[in-house]
């Protein structure tokens, strides 16, 4: 690796830590916030983000990726889909949250990249080996667990799984890259937030001066981190990016236990050993898989 590439990777490794570890922290904020109804607050999240995403677009001199993307008709119909998909991600984290029920995100962004590999096989027709069917087996496993015990299903996991994998199925057919997207997709957005702004009536303004700070920061706790990924994606391979990936859930699980005092019992345990024994498995197998292909031709 040369000096240049290893710049790279550090910088990408960077940005992806501040990716993923803002992700993490973020039920902070909307705790922070939990004064405020979760549509209002979701409908903010639209608003705000829509108007630094347009600044961050302009100094990107992105505009003609927005132009292509929004006259392209197969192109905006996707984006229609996903900012309705994306709108339902963020209105149930925020319950979520709101709910005292971190453990419950944390559990569903777990799942989210092994639903990603199910979605795979069932939509895109790719194969998965054996080990990888394990990986989704054991991890639904996991889930039924929760459900026998407790009489009802995960569904805020399920939910935040499900619908960020549908969202990122359908983004990797829509041709825009991640940043107009978000965009369109918020610019789409934002008609709605107003009308529920207005028909609600806000409590921006009619608070104390950190309310409509928190408000307002709503853009920048969407929009940032996910042009950090953007910049991290570029500069990371995939495999390392997939490491990285993990780091949110795990700042959930640890707040939703130590900062929050959720509730943390006997099947939360089995639970989650079967998911994280799932990920090693999703992880480690492909690696393990070449050794032995290398040893073997060897």
Not at 200 to 217: E, H, V, Y
């Amino acid at each position: 690796m040369t000096e240049t590439d290893a710049h790279r990777t550090r910088t990408g490794m960077l940005y992806a830590l501040a990716t993923f570890g803002a992700w993490g922290l973020n039920p902070f904020y909307f705790k922070a916030v939990d004064q405020i109804p979760a549509l209002e607050v979701l409908a903010h999240r639209v608003v705000w983000s829509s108007l630094l995403l347009g600044l961050l677009i302009w100094w990107g001199g992105q505009w003609r990726q927005v132009v292509m993307a929004t006259t392209t008709r197969r192109t905006l119909a996707t984006l229609v889909l996903t900012s309705l998909i994306i709108g339902c991600n963020w209105l149930i984290y925020i319950h979520a949250i709101y709910s005292n029920q971190v453990l419950q995100s944390s559990l569903g962004y777990f799942i989210n990249p092994l639903v990603n590999i199910l979605f795979g096989r069932l939509f895109l027709g790719e194969r998965l080996s054996r080990a990888q069917m394990a990986a989704v087996g054991l991890a639904g496993a996991g889930v039924l667990n929760l459900a026998i015990v407790y009489g009802e299903m995960p569904w805020l996991a399920l939910g935040l799984a499900g619908t960020f994998a549908t969202y990122g199925l359908l983004r990797k057919l829509a041709r825009v890259e991640a940043l107009p997207g978000l965009f369109i997709e918020t610019l789409l957005l934002f008609p709605a937030a107003l009308a529920v702004i207005f028909v609600m009536g806000t409590r921006f303004g009619q608070m104390d001066r950190t309310t409509d700070l928190l408000l307002i920061l709503a853009g920048p706790v969407t929009a940032l981190p996910l042009m950090w990924f953007t910049h991290a994606a570029r500069r990371l391979k995939l495999s390392v990016l997939g490491f990285f990936q993990y780091l949110s859930p795990s700042c959930q699980f640890l707040l939703a236990i130590f900062a929050f005092g959720e509730h943390f019992g006997a099947a939360h345990y089995v639970t989650f050993a079967c998911i994280w024994t799932a990920i090693a498995i999703f992880t480690l197998a492909p690696r393990l898989g070449r050794q032995s292909r290398i040893h073997g031709s060897a």
